[in-house]
C-alpha cells in the first residue's frame, strides 16, 4: 500500500475508538462538557481535530453543546458532542430542534447508573427509552448501539452516514464498559469504508427550496456561508422553512419526516445474528451484554443446548423485522438488561404470544457476566 494507506493496528479505548471514527468519518467540529464516563471522547478529539483544521470547543454545558453542533451542521461541518446520562437529560429540547430542521449530528451517550447523579463509574442501559423519546412531539431518530471496541469505531462510522443520508441525529448508546475496556483493533485505511456525505443543492441559489419534498424525502441541504439564505426554525415550517398554520402543510410535513426513514429501513435496520440457524432457545441483546450473551450461547451449544444471539445494533426505529423471526423459531427467548426491561417491552409489544419471554435484569451497577446469561438460559 502507498504511504497513508496502510493499516493501523491500535490498543485503544472504546471510548477512544469512538473519537477515532468520528474522525474517519469526516467529523471537524465538536463541542461537549465534560461527563464521566464519556470524558475521554472529549479529550482524544481536543488534541486530534486542531492537527486536521477542525475545531474542538469546551462549552459551559451540554444545552449549549447541543446548540453548538447544531449551528456548525448548519454551516457544513459533521459535527459530533458526548455526554453521559445528566447532560443527555439537558440535550433534550435542542436535539428536537435538531429533528424538526433535519440538521444532520452525533449524540454518543455513554450510560451510566441512574436517575440523577446515580453512580457516575457504573455501567448501566437505563437511556434506551430517553434516546427515542427523549424530547416531546412526534419525531423519527436512530439510535444505535455499541458492544466492543471494535464496533465503538466502525458503528460511530454507520452513526455519521446515517445521519448524513437522512438528515437526522443519530444516538450513539455506549455504556461505561464499552467505553473503558482496551482492545487492540485494526483501524482501516482512508477510503477503505465507505464516508457518505449529506445532499447538497445542484441549483442556483436563487432556485434553492430547503425542505421541498422528492422520493426519498431528503432535501438538498445548502450550508449557511455559501450564497444560500434561507430560514432555519423550530416551528413547523413551510418548504421555504417559514412558519405555517396550514393544516396541509403541517401534516405533510410531519409525514415527509417519518417517510424518509421508513423508506430507509432496509439500510438502518441492522443487527448482528450469532448461530442461529437452529437456535431453539433465543437471546436478544445489545451494548456491552450483548457481548456476555455471545460467550454464554457459545458455551450453552456446549452443554447441549441450542442456544443463539441476535445481537440488536439499531435499537430504534426498532428492527422488528428482524426479531420477529426469532420469536417465530425459537420456543423461548431471553433479553438481558442493565436496567428494568425496557427493550425486552419493545420485544413483547411484537410477540404475538408465540414464544415465551423472559427478562433478565441487572441494575445493581455490575456487570452482566456471561455466567449469569448462561444460567439463565439454562434454566429455560
Known amino acids: 500500500m ?5 493499516e493501523s493496528r491500535r490498543l485503544l479505548q472504546g471510548n477512544e475508538a469512538v473519537a477515532e471514527g468520528a474522525i474517519y468519518a469526516g467529523c471537524r467540529f465538536f463541542a461537549g462538557y465534560p461527563i464521566t464516563p464519556a470524558s475521554e471522547i472529549s479529550e482524544v478529539l481536543a488534541l486530534q481535530l486542531p492537527r486536521i483544521d477542525g475545531t474542538f470547543i469546551q462549552m459551559e454545558d ?4 447541543m446548540g453548538a453542533i447544531i449551528g456548525a451542521s448548519l454551516a457544513g461541518l459533521k459535527s459530533m458532542t458526548a455526554t453521559s446520562g445528566p ?5 433534550q429540547e435542542n436535539l428536537g430542534y435538531a429533528c424538526i430542521a433535519e440538521t444532520p449530528c452525533v449524540v454518543v451517550n455513554v450510560m451510566r447508573r441512574g436517575p440523577s447523579t446515580g453512580l457516575p463509574t457504573s455501567p448501566a442501559q437505563g437511556d434506551v ?3 427515542r423519546w427523549g424530547t416531546h412531539g412526534d419525531h423519527p431518530i436512530i439510535v444505535l448501539a455499541l458492544s466492543t471496541v471494535e464496533d465503538s469505531f466502525y458503528r460511530t462510522i454507520d452513526a455519521f452516514n446515517l445521519s448524513e443520508t437522512y438528515r437526522v441525529p443519530v444516538i450513539l448508546l455506549s455504556d461505561e464498559i464499552v467505553a473503558h475496556t482496551r482492545e487492540i483493533i485494526t483501524l482501516p485505511p482512508p477510503g477503505q469504508i465507505p464516508v457518505k456525505d449529506r445532499p ?6 436563487e432556485w434553492y427550496i430547503p425542505f421541498v419534498d422528492n422520493p426519498q424525502g431528503v432535501p438538498p441541504m445548502a450550508p449557511f456561508g455559501e450564497g444560500y439564505r434561507y430560514h432555519v426554525t423550530g416551528l413547523v415550517h413551510d418548504n421555504r422553512g417559514f412558519p405555517t398554520q396550514k393544516t396541509d402543510e403541517i401534516e405533510a410535513f410531519t409525514r415527509r419526516l417519518f417517510r424518509k426513514i421508513t423508506l430507509g429501513f432496509g439500510e438502518i435496520m441492522m443487527t448482528e445474528p450469532y448461530l442461529m440457524e437452529d437456535a431453539e432457545v433465543g437471546v436478544i441483546a445489545y451494548g456491552s451484554v450483548a457481548r456476555s450473551a455471545r460467550k454464554a450461547v457459545f458455551e450453552a451449544r456446549k452443554r447441549g443446548i441450542k442456544a443463539g444471539l441476535l445481537e440488536l445494533v439499531t435499537l430504534f426505529p426498532f ?3 428482524h426479531v420477529e423471526p426469532v420469536l417465530s423459531q425459537c420456543r423461548a427467548v431471553l433479553v438481558p438488561e442493565m436496567n428494568m426491561g425496557q427493550i425486552s417491552r419493545e420485544v413483547n409489544r411484537i410477540n404475538r404470544w408465540e414464544t415465551e419471554i423472559e427478562k433478565h435484569n441487572r441494575i445493581d451497577g455490575q456487570f452482566m457476566t456471561p455466567d449469569e446469561i448462561l444460567d439463565a438460559i439454562a434454566d429455560m
Not at 502507498?2 to 496502510?6: H, I, L, R, Y
Not at 447538497?200 to 441559489?205: A, E, I, W
Open 319 to 321: 428492527p422488528r423485522s
Open 129 to 131: 427509552m430517553q434516546a
Open 200 to 205: 447538497l443543492p445542484t441549483m442556483p441559489p
Open 87 to 91: 447532560g443527555f437529560s439537558l440535550m
Open 62 to 65: 451540554e444545552i449549549a453543546g
Open 2 to 6: 502507498s504511504p497513508g494507506k496502510v
